[in-house]
């Protein structure tokens, strides 16, 4: 499995650009998320047909911050309750990973943590 994030507006073609690496390199599925607040209607499960279609990749597309905080706990192998508190340090180290500036850092922490609130 591979991912790629994105805080910009997206296209079709971009993420399909993404499958046509994973496929090229031997991955079979892929996380596609794109969270600004600006981004069109991606037609997600198009998409992801085309995605196995073309390329025999299973991909998952994920537009909503919400969405988003929610598949990362389903998935988890933890408890819910050690998700919530591990999830906001390990987003913050893995953006400086990334060498993302501060104002991404407030930015990503903000729509989690709006997203988190409207969940509860």
């Not at 596609?32 to 037609?43: F, I, K, M």
């Not at 990362?72 to 050690?82: D, G, I």
């Amino acid at each position: 499995m591979s991912a790629e994030a994105k805080q910009k507006v997206v296209t079709q073609s971009e993420i399909l650009q993404f499958v046509e690496r994973l496929a090229a390199a031997g991955i079979g599925k892929g996380l596609y998320v794109a969270v600004d607040p600006s981004q069109a209607d991606l037609e997600v499960g198009d998409l992801a047909r085309k995605a196995q279609d073309r390329n025999g990749i299973a991909l998952r597309v994920i537009t909503d911050p919400e969405r988003l905080l929610q598949e990362s706990v389903q998935w988890s192998p933890f408890p819910l309750e050690r998700c919530l508190e591990s999830f906001p340090q390990l987003l913050v180290q893995r953006l400086k990973d990334f060498h993302c500036g501060k104002d991404s850092q407030y930015e990503w922490a903000g729509m989690l943590s709006a997203a988190a609130s409207e969940a509860v």
